[in-house]
């Protein structure tokens, strides 16, 4: 597959055309953003680290059942993928209350939820990316019920399935946000998974592993993307 012209730039990644009409390629940066681009930064290594970590998970995720885009990993920022038509809903699940949840609900982060939490987003950065549910969802013609039907089902199985995967590796899955796209037709996983996209908190310590610690000045940032990356593809 040869690398054509740039389609899209967006806040963390950039997205190539290739000579097939089904693949582009997915390039992965070090920008950074918070609070819906308020807060911008660049994070050394971090392309690198969440094109490593999303092609690992959804290797993974592939093993087990679950459709995604993932085609093949081009180079350590660079992965192929298929192109899809972007269903513009974020998918949060959630094991621990923690961030948009704690504080609309006023949940103190860290409690365990007595059940699994499935929340929907308009992804519309100009209206902050509301949360919306399946009514408005079909309301506004984003996707069919039977769509969404399936999109919920596999997120929870994501869900399950990444939340074993990581509890060896000591992470705790505490959040996260999915994307799904339509490829000819058919529902698969897109967008990426990582530390951009997730809570990974340490099982032992409760140590942020992830994006918080750029969102709340924590410092170690890049440490804690690396961190991620060493227990997952090992050292
Ligand atoms: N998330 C994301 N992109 C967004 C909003 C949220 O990847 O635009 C992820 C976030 O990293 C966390 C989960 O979704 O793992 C739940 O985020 P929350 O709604 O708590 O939002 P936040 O705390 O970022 O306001």
């Known amino acids: 597959m040869i690398k054509t012209d740039l389609m899209y730039e967006g806040k963390a990644k950039k997205v190539w055309k290739t000579d097939s009409e089904d693949y582009v390629i997915v390039e992965y940066k070090d920008d950074a953003t918070a609070f819906n681009g308020l807060k911008k930064g ?11 970590v999303a092609n690992r998970l959804f290797k993974y995720l592939e093993e087990n059942g679950v459709a995604t885009h993932f085609v093949e990993e081009l180079s350590d920022r660079e992965t192929l993928v298929k192109k899809v038509e972007i269903i513009p809903v974020e998918v949060v699940v959630r094991n621990i209350a923690a961030g948009g949840l704690s504080k609309r ?4 982060e860290g409690t365990k939820l ?17 949360m919306i549910n399946e009514y408005h969802a079909f309301a506004l013609g984003i996707c069919t019920a039977k769509e969404l ?65 750029f969102r709340r000045d924590l410092g170690n940032v890049k440490e804690a993307y690396l961190e991620i990356m060493n227990r997952l593809l090992g050292d």
Do not use: M
Not at 42 to 52: A, E, F, L, R
Not at 114 to 130: I, M
Not at 184 to 212: M, N, Q, Y
């Open 114 to 130: 007595k059940s699994t939490v499935l929340e929907y987003c308009y992804k519309n950065d100009e209206l902050g990316d509301p």
């Open 149 to 213: 039907e399936n999109i919920a089902y596999e997120a929870f199985k994501i869900n399950k399935l990444l939340s074993d995967l990581l509890a060896d590796l000591n992470i705790e899955l505490i959040d996260f946000k999915l994307e799904f796209g339509r490829f000819h037709g058919k529902i698969v996983l897109a967008d990426e998974i990582s530390p951009d996209t997730c809570r990974f908190w340490d099982s032992k310590t409760g140590e942020k592993l992830d994006k918080d610690r």
């Open 105 to 108: 609900l006023g949940i103190p």
């Open 42 to 52: 660049t994070i050394q290594g971090k392309g690198i680290v969440n094109n490593k």
